[in-house]
């Protein structure tokens, strides 16, 4: 059974990842920018940044046969310092055309600040400017509804951004609702044991339902599993779902969305 990891920081990882990644029937990921442990003190250090995920990550995954795609932001972590925000967000135009960049993301908010919300504005705009998928950053823990609400409020001021042209992450079982109504695509991002993991996952999909939902390993720098979206197709098989039905949430699902942008292409994604 083939699947698609539609948010994974690959970066974090090691090459081993993607060959235990590749004998799961991974066929292809996308790479959101992300904050990586530490806060970057130049633009320079985004560009250099970006060059890493439109050249070197997309050649260590084609060694397995999983095609790289990515998106590019500064990320709601950093976009409290204004002025770097500013430098970083001149900087991505000239990376949108590489064949693997998919759009804007991950943006969204981290502690909810007026800071944060006006650098997501601004990355909405440039989305919409040129036309790119989105994929949305939720903050954790308590700020998380509070946060998610705020984004779906941005988002739908710019009245062009096709709500289905936008994935908002880290959904968890007090916001997925909010997200789905809203008409966006809702994405579950699954811990060993923090946030949402593949048990919780599955209930989410039994109470709502498989339509503009997928699943994703996120395999950041913290403690995580890049193998996480395996452990929840096997918990779905496990209370009795079919493999259709995990075929589709973890395979055409994320392709269903990610195929809107026309560069998103994977020739061995059938099961």
């Known amino acids: ?42 633009p320079q250090g985004f560009h250099d940044y970006f060059r890493q995920l439109t050249d070197y990550e997309p050649r260590r995954a084609a060694a397995f046969g999983i095609r790289h795609y990515c998106w590019l932001c500064i990320n709601p972590k950093e976009a409290q310092d204004m002025a770097l925000a500013k430098d970083v967000i001149a900087l991505i135009p000239q990376f949108l055309d590489e064949p693997n960049v998919l759009g804007i993301g991950e943006i969204g908010l981290n502690k909810n600040t007026k800071n944060e919300l006006a650098v997501l504005e601004q990355q909405i705009a440039l989305a919409d400017q040129h036309n790119r998928l989105i994929l949305v950053h939720t903050p954790h823990l308590e700020d998380k509804l509070k946060g998610t609400l705020l984004i779906i409020d941005a988002i739908k001021r710019n009245t062009r951004i096709d709500p289905a042209r936008v ?9 997925v609702a909010a997200v789905l109504d809203a008409g966006f695509w809702a994405g579950m991002t699954l811990y060993p044991d923090s946030k949402c993991t593949p048990q919780r996952a599955v209930d989410i999909l039994e109470t709502y339902g498989h339509h503009r939902l997928v699943m994703n390993s996120a395999g950041d720098w913290g403690p995580s599993d890049p193998l996480s979206v395996p452990h929840a197709r096997l918990e779905m098989l496990t209370r009795g779902h079919t493999r259709d039905t995990v075929t589709q949430v973890t395979l055409h699902n994320p392709a269903t969305f990610l195929g809107q942008c026309d560069k998103f292409r994977f020739d061995s994604a059938t099961d």
Not at 21 to 34: D, H, K, Q, R
Not at 167 to 175: G, M, N, P, Q, R
Request: with cysteine.
């Open 167 to 175: 994935l908002i992450d880290h959904v968890e079982e007090h916001t």
């Open 1 to 42: 059974m083939n699947y698609i990891d539609p948010h994974i920081h690959m970066v974090s990882r090691t090459t081993d990842d993607y060959r235990r990644m590749a004998m799961a029937g991974c066929v292809a990921v996308t790479e959101p920018a992300f904050w990586a442990g530490f806060d970057r003190s130049s």
